[in-house]
């Protein structure tokens, strides 16, 4: 069995939590899945009604008034427990802020391999699965095998699966509550107000189009272009590293493997070449259009729609074909 820990704030569900069922949906072996979230009592009614429209055998609400507001030691507590009384052979989890805190302390609680960052999994010979994972800025690829007894932690990648490939079932999964096993007094944090980020900061991993710039933009003063396209199509405005290590673009909307990954529904790359450290960060969007004046720009190899051309001639074309 599979126990995906599902991720929520507030009651509202993160969506990197759809994406980590998707992952384990295609796990090779086909193990029955269990979905767990923690939450303090009275909040989980909405996040598990909607998780359990998953093909998945059971939801699981979390419950615990410590799990109000997380802390590493109240989840390690209560997951630790969970994963004691539900025997998984492998726990998963979406590869986001919070779990990276608190999953090297879960896995040192339990004594258990922890892979992260996971973009693949597949079947070896044996029956062994394999996760794959990306190293040195996703120049390569790592095919890695837990050892020892299970259950082994996984993290999966934001944005290496889509959130809509997760699988719905016919009925909706049932739903129970596990009152976790945790002693409040044991939490050594003391939670503060959640961080608020800049106002122009933006969580592009949760942005359903983008529109991302590149070295072909040619000066800042040519940003507004992408912006009139990003405004046409609701949509937030992105960039390749270039552009924001020369401060044309704040960093919180860098894509790569050195900035954000994202996999929205549409993805439109503007004079952006397609090296693999900005591919790295995008290619699971579900439609990537690309437009660039080098027919030979390894962005047309992963593009679903690519235009040769100038971005100067196009774009404006384009905003005013979707305005009109």
Same mark, same amino acid.
């Given at each position: 069995?599979?126990?995906?820990?599902?991720?929520?704030?507030?009651?509202?569900?993160?969506?990197?939590?759809?994406?980590?069922?998707?992952?384990?949906?295609?796990?090779?072996g086909?193990?029955?899945i269990?979905v767990?979230?923690?939450?303090?009592?009275?909040?989980?009614?909405?996040?598990?009604a909607?998780?359990?429209?998953?093909a998945?055998q059971?939801?699981?609400?979390?419950?615990?008034p410590?799990?109000d507001?997380?802390?590493?030691?109240?989840?390690?507590?209560?997951?630790?427990?969970?994963?004691?009384?539900?025997?998984? /052979?492998?726990?998963?989890?979406? @590869?986001?802020?919070?779990?990276?805190?608190? *999953?090297?302390? #879960?896995? =040192?609680? &339990?004594?258990?391999?922890?892979?992260?960052?996971?973009t693949?999994?597949k079947a070896?010979e044996?029956?062994?699965?394999?996760?794959v994972?990306p190293?040195?800025?996703?120049?390569?690829?790592?095919?890695?095998?837990?050892?020892?007894?299970?259950?082994?932690?996984?993290?999966?990648q934001?944005?290496?699966?889509?959130?809509d490939?997760?699988?719905r079932?016919?009925?909706?999964?049932?739903?129970?509550?596990?009152?976790?096993?945790?002693?409040?007094?044991?939490?050594?944090?003391k939670?503060?107000?959640?961080f608020?980020e800049a106002?122009?900061?933006?969580?592009?991993?949760?942005?359903?189009r983008i529109?991302?710039?590149?070295? /072909?933009?040619?000066?800042?003063? @040519?940003?507004?272009?992408?912006?009139?396209? *990003?405004?046409a #199509?609701? =949509?937030? &405005?992105?960039?390749?590293?270039?552009?924001?290590?020369?401060?044309?673009?704040?960093?919180?909307?860098?894509?790569?493997?050195?900035?954000q990954?994202?996999?929205?529904?549409v993805?439109v790359?503007?004079?952006?070449s397609?090296?693999?450290?900005?591919?790295?960060?995008?290619?699971?969007?579900?439609?990537?259009?690309?437009?660039?004046?080098?027919?030979?720009?390894p962005?047309?190899e992963?593009?679903?729609?690519?235009?040769?051309?100038?971005?100067?001639?196009v774009?404006p074309a384009?905003?005013?074909?979707?305005?009109?």
């Open positions: 069995m599979i126990l995906v820990i599902a991720e929520q704030r507030g009651g509202t569900l993160n969506r990197a939590s759809w994406e980590t069922i998707a992952a384990v949906q295609q796990v090779p086909g193990q029955p269990v767990a979230v923690p939450t303090a009592p009275g909040v989980s009614d909405a996040v598990t909607e998780l359990a429209t998953a998945v059971e939801i699981v609400a979390l419950e615990h410590a799990l507001t997380y802390t590493a030691d109240g989840y390690t507590a209560a997951i630790a427990a969970l994963v004691a009384e539900l025997s998984p /052979g492998l726990v998963a989890l979406p @590869h986001t802020y919070q779990t990276r805190d608190f *999953a090297p302390k #879960l896995a =040192a609680r &339990l004594d258990r391999p922890l892979v992260t960052d996971v693949a999994s070896m044996g029956g062994a699965v394999a996760f994972r190293m040195f800025q996703g120049k390569l690829t790592a095919d890695v095998i837990p050892q020892g007894p299970a259950p082994h932690l996984v993290t999966f934001i944005g290496a699966y889509r959130a490939a997760a699988v079932g016919a009925a909706a999964a049932p739903r129970r509550t596990v009152v976790a096993t945790l002693d409040a007094s044991a939490i050594r944090q939670p503060e107000a959640p608020q106002r122009q900061a933006v969580d592009l991993s949760q942005a359903e529109v991302s710039v590149g070295r /072909g933009i040619k000066g800042q003063e @040519h940003i507004g272009v992408a912006q009139a396209l *990003a405004d #199509l609701h =949509a937030e &405005l992105a960039a390749s590293r270039p552009i924001c290590d020369a401060g044309w673009l704040p960093m919180e909307r860098q894509v790569g493997s050195s900035g990954t994202v996999a929205p529904k993805y790359a503007l004079g952006i397609g090296a693999i450290q900005h591919l790295v960060g995008m290619k699971g969007s579900n439609v990537i259009v690309a437009i660039n004046k080098d027919p030979d720009a962005i047309f992963v593009a679903d729609y690519g235009i040769v051309g100038d971005l100067f001639e774009v384009i905003v005013k074909a979707l305005n009109e």
